[in-house]
């Protein structure tokens, strides 16, 4: 029941994120705005985020496939960050000017709302599965919506007062959010540390805290022992019925 909760949430999150990358696309092109097709294109990353997750844990053993599911996020992370970079730089120095978007301000409201919930509906989900890599995900889920925020601060700002700089700014912090994850992802900070190792006397009021992932994976590896000493069921098989 647990594990098909999970998939369920998985599936939830994957599906919100590609109509959410196709509205903001689209409202983008249409105001030319960098900011929404950034937006957009982040909601892609949040997609193959989960996806890995799903593909990581169909495996037998999903340790197995751990560091090409995090390799392939990171790329598609920097490769974001390079694309949007570029095209704020370009509007910054005299591209075209985005206009107001209607459409955009009211996707990243309601971003704002769903993205938390989904969050927090995943990580307990996780918790009680005992899996990190589910948890971790949780905290990918969660930094859409702060790039929500930061989406409608900046189209209200290009709405209101007519700052069309709003709208490029907006995207380099989006910029450096992915490069941030795509940084962690590369060296197997927080997604990257197995279920098992994360899982640990050590370690497990520090995962019911909501402490920063990497900092348990940094414990993990000063030999803290599993809990009970007992080794915890492998997490996810998605083709489980």
């Not at 370009?90 to 990243?108: C, D, K, R, Y």
Request: proline content about 4%.
């Amino acid at each position: 029941m647990l594990q098909r909760r999970v998939r369920w949430l998985i599936r939830a999150v994957i599906g919100y994120n590609l109509v959410e990358a196709a509205v903001a696309v689209a409202a983008g092109a249409v105001a030319s705005s960098t900011a929404l097709i950034s937006f957009g294109l982040d909601s892609c990353m949040e997609v193959l985020s989960a996806a890995a997750i799903a593909w990581q844990y169909a495996a037998k053993d999903p340790e197995t496939r751990e560091k090409a599911a995090l390799r392939a996020v990171a790329v598609a992370f920097f490769a974001l960050a390079g694309y949007v970079t570029f095209q704020s730089v370009h509007t910054l120095l005299g591209g075209a000017e985005p206009q107001p978007s209607p459409v955009g301000i009211a996707l990243a409201a309601v971003s704002l709302v769903v993205m938390p919930v989904l969050s927090w509906l995943e990580r307990r989900a996780g918790r009680e599965l005992g899996s990190a890599s589910v948890v971790a995900d949780s905290k990918q889920t969660l930094l859409c919506a702060y790039l929500s925020a930061v989406l409608l601060v900046g189209l209200l700002l290009n709405a209101a007062f007519g700052w069309t700089w709003a709208d490029p700014i907006a995207v380099l912090v989006i910029a450096g959010f992915a490069v941030k994850e795509g940084l962690e992802a590369w060296r197997g900070d927080s997604c990257s540390a197995s279920p098992n190792a994360l899982l640990t006397e050590t370690n497990v009021d520090a995962i019911e805290a909501g402490d920063d992932c990497c900092s348990r994976q940094d414990r993990a590896r000063d030999g803290a022992q599993p809990l009970g000493g007992q080794r915890h069921e492998p997490p996810l098989d998605f083709h489980e019925r």
